[in-house]
């Protein structure tokens, strides 16, 4: 059994019981709940260690928003249960999902900066058509109508366009990382 194989044995050894009790006991989900987070980010920084990538950053940027997330999960949950807020909006847990959003775009930028060689222009263009799109129908159907919903407060409604801004940054991102470069005959 090679070191890896070690290694994904033992966080599946770990992860696997925690979404068990997670599924099966309702009144331990918010604990294993972030536990199943926090086992996430510590993969990603083992990975780092024992890997040494080229370029480390990129992928503790990456943990670091995967940290950022479980941090808004667990709060979220924490103010639901532990103080009964139902549905607690705007909250400190929506500060940390936000945060999530930007460090996951630098994490992903930093693997698109050192795969691509040179400026590949073409791959740029067919991700920002990609996201083009997408911005326009999450502008349509998600942004607009917040922004004339009038029951929510001028907080409410930043913090309700922000996330699909966010989920668009995303899509962008990630298309611009998955299409393929230097593929195209001259």
């Known amino acids: ?13 770990v992860v696997i019981p925690l979404t068990v009790v997670y599924l099966t006991i309702p009144s331990r989900r918010d604990v294993t709940w972030a536990a199943i987070g926090l086992a996430g980010v510590c993969a990603i920084l ?11 950053w990129p992928w503790l940027v990456l943990a670091a928003a995967n940290l950022t997330f479980t941090a ?6 924490i103010l639901n249960t532990v103080f009964n ?7 400190l847990g929506d500060a940390f ?9 630098i994490g992903l930028f930093g693997f698109i900066r050192y795969r691509t060689t040179g400026r590949d222009l073409a791959s740029l263009l067919d991700a920002l058509i990609l996201a083009s799109g997408l911005a326009l129908l999450s502008w349509v159907y998600l942004i607009t109508p917040y922004t004339q919903a009038a ?7 930043v913090i309700s366009v922000a996330y699909p801004l966010g989920d668009v ?6 298309a611009r990382l998955l299409t393929p470069s230097g ?3 001259r």
Not at 1 to 13: K, N, S
Not at 85 to 91: A, E, H, K, L
Not at 151 to 157: C, G, N, S
């Open 183 to 185: 593929l195209r005959s």
């Open 46 to 56: 083992l990975g780092v260690r024992l890997n040494r990538p080229t370029h480390r």
């Open 169 to 174: 940054l995303m899509l962008a991102m990630l």
């Open 97 to 105: 999902y936000l945060a999530t959003y930007p460090l996951f775009a």
């Open 72 to 77: 808004g999960d667990t709060t979220y949950n």
């Open 85 to 91: 807020q139902q549905n607690p909006f705007p909250s």
């Open 151 to 157: 029951d929510m407060t001028w907080e409410q409604k």
């Open 1 to 13: 059994m090679t070191r890896f194989q070690r290694l994904m044995a033992g966080y599946f050894a």
